[in-house]
């Protein structure tokens, strides 16, 4: 929900330089960035992605230590910004003992894991959601002829460490969680939350790269984006029983939030899903992420093809 | 040009200038209307847990999140309006040839930020609204009064939330980078305005102090008076009271920093 404001200044003219790129043949050709060329398998086009994502996120961050103190405060005021949902349950808790059936540290489980992943998901690739700004004025030209994926350039930009904030926030009231939470920790239980934090994450992802595809089209409608990605967050900082069967049903069965918390925490919490699905859709995430980033990477496609540049 | 009409024509320009951008802000209804069902059923889950909390009953605790909804765009809780701009022509030092122009500045931007708030109080307010009453049974006054009186308080909230914001932006003669200020400015406003949770559900002591701070004019003020839950006398006059000292520092501080201002010569 939260608008940033970006200082800095703009590097698009300058494309990534490196020594140790690769030889023009290996790379795709500009004028199709979006397909490898000949004899190159996926493999190697997703290296090729990391490596300049890689890069380019170098780049923001050396340019992002320049201003240490800015650095420092914009960190700080991310942090804060965002506790600001976690001060809300608090202050619901200064008047009620349970919310929805659930504690206070059962509902800081389900907001610990959500904010930790949709954080590193941030971190990662929150500024894909200005991929609407450089259609409208054109300057996703200069992404389309450097030789490295859009995708990685896209998600790249303007890399914000200062989000790191975000991340530590939900760290924070994950720990706190952890440690307040009353459940007979098992092996399993244990294993649970590292790969539901990693597999929310790659859901939020996917959810960045869709909503950045949605922007091919709809280019000024980035706050749709905002609807599913910060409000899908926030939607699962509360638990399930909170909400209408009917909404609990839509981000189960047709856009997964479902996978990022709810389901995994609740089988820790061994607490019923108000859907009655079978005990290991709890373990299922990691399957349901890969299943997004795939869909979200052909919607992604299909952007990329549909773009017609300004043409100015 | 009379004053009236020249103020008249910077908020008409204003509030156009805003509605030029109609899928944004077909798009921006849309992030309101999903933000109001979360809210709406947390709020929902407090009260069946609270009945009675915080003086509210379950249909105006429900009204409560769709007019917060409506107004946050209009008031400007989030920032992001036009002390943005200003900040920049301040570091720019464009502010140089608005000091020199025959027209008030803190009159000119509070003429642009009143079109804005208007065409965001219907562009953005209105369609929420209506799908929250749609989708849930919202405790909405039947009494046009009741309405003209909660415009009445709207008003007086976007003005007040102007001279919090014309000071911030003024803070940019001094720092020059406004952004940090301006973000202390947009979390402070979240969680004193009402956006966060009502005003009356904040505990004890600290209840009482956001109650009486300025920005309880921007949400919960308004929100009160279209509930029937405070006396919208009592209401426009604190918030009356606000935006006079507010008005009145934000003159202060422009001719402090008037004074600082130095236009090179070339």
Redesign the interface.
């Known amino acids: 929900m939260a608008e940033e404001t970006y200082g800095g200044v703009y590097a698009d003219a300058e494309p990534v330089r490196d020594r140790r790129r690769p030889p023009a043949h290996r790379r795709p050709s500009p004028a199709h960035p979006d397909r490898s060329s000949p004899g190159e398998g996926t493999y190697g086009r997703v290296r090729e992605g990391l490596r300049a994502y890689r890069l380019i996120t170098a780049m923001w961050i050396r340019s992002t230590m320049a201003y240490r103190a800015s650095f420092v405060m914009t960190t700080l005021g991310n942090l804060v910004a965002t506790a600001l949902d976690f001060v809300a349950i608090l202050l619901m808790f200064s008047r009620v003992d349970v919310l929805g059936g659930y504690r206070l540290p059962e509902i800081a489980f389900l907001y610990g894991l959500s904010a930790t992943a949709f954080g590193l998901a941030d971190l990662a690739i929150g500024s894909m959601d200005r991929l609407g700004r450089r259609v409208r004025d054109g300057t996703l030209d200069t992404l389309l002829v450097r030789p490295a994926p859009v995708l990685a350039q896209v998600a790249a930009d303007r890399f914000g460490l200062r989000r790191l904030g975000r991340v530590t926030q939900g760290a924070c009231v994950l720990g706190y969680a952890l440690a307040a939470v009353d459940v007979t920790w098992t092996p399993l239980k244990v294993a649970l939350v590292p790969l539901t934090l990693l597999s929310g994450g790659l859901i939020f992802c996917a959810l960045f790269v869709a909503g950045a595809a949605f922007q091919f089209v709809a280019q000024d409608a980035s706050e749709v984006q905002n609807s599913f990605t910060y409000g899908g967050q926030t939607l699962l900082q509360y638990p399930p029983t909170v909400f209408a069967k009917e909404l609990v049903r839509g981000v189960t069965f047709v856009l997964p939030l479902a996978f990022v918390n709810w389901l995994p925490a609740l089988y820790v919490l061994g607490r019923p899903y108000p859907l009655h699905l079978p005990a290991w859709v709890a373990f299922t995430p990691p399957l349901v992420a890969a299943a997004c980033c795939a869909a979200s990477g052909l919607a992604w496609r299909a952007g990329l093809r549909s773009y017609r540049s300004t043409g100015s | 040009m009379g004053t009236g009409r020249l103020y008249a024509a910077v908020a008409a320009g204003g509030f156009r200038r805003y509605a030029t ?4 802000t ?3 209804v ?2 309101n209307t ?2 109001g ?2 809210l709406a ?2 709020y ?3 009260w069946h ?2 009945p009675h ?1 915080g003086g509210y009953d379950k249909g105006q605790a429900l009204t409560y999140v769709w007019v917060g909804q409506a107004l946050l765009m209009t008031v400007s809780v ?1 920032g ?1 309006g036009f002390e ?1 701009e200003l900040m920049e022509r301040i570091r720019t030092g464009d502010i140089a040839i608005d000091l020199y122009r025959p027209a008030d500045l803190q009159l000119w931007w509070l003429a642009g930020d009143l079109g804005r708030a208007l065409f965001h109080l219907l562009a953005r307010g209105v369609l929420p609204m209506a799908v929250g009453a749609f989708l849930f049974p919202l405790a909405l006054p039947s009494r046009p009064l009741v309405w003209a009186a909660f415009l009445a308080a709207v008003t007086l909230g976007a003005v007040v939330s102007f001279a919090i914001r014309f000071l911030v932006a003024l803070t940019a003669f001094w720092l020059m ?1 406004g ?2 200020v ?3 400015a947009w ?1 402070t406003a ?2 004193c305005s009402g956006m ?2 009502p005003l009356n ?3 004890g002591v600290l209840g009482e102090i956001v109650r009486a701070l300025p920005w309880a004019s921007l949400i919960q003020a308004p929100a009160d008076v279209l509930l029937g839950a405070a006396d919208p006398v009592a209401v426009y006059a604190r918030q009356l009271a606000w935006a006079a000292v507010l008005l009145a520092a934000g003159r202060m501080l422009q001719s402090a920093a008037t004074r600082r201002v130095v236009v090179q010569g070339g």
Do not use: H, K, N
């Open positions: 951008y109609r899928t944004a077909a798009a921006g849309f992030t999903v933000f069902l979360i059923y947390t929902l889950a407090l847990e609270r909390l989030m992001g943005d980078d952004a940090g301006a973000q202390i979390i979240m969680f966060l949770l559900v904040f505990p």
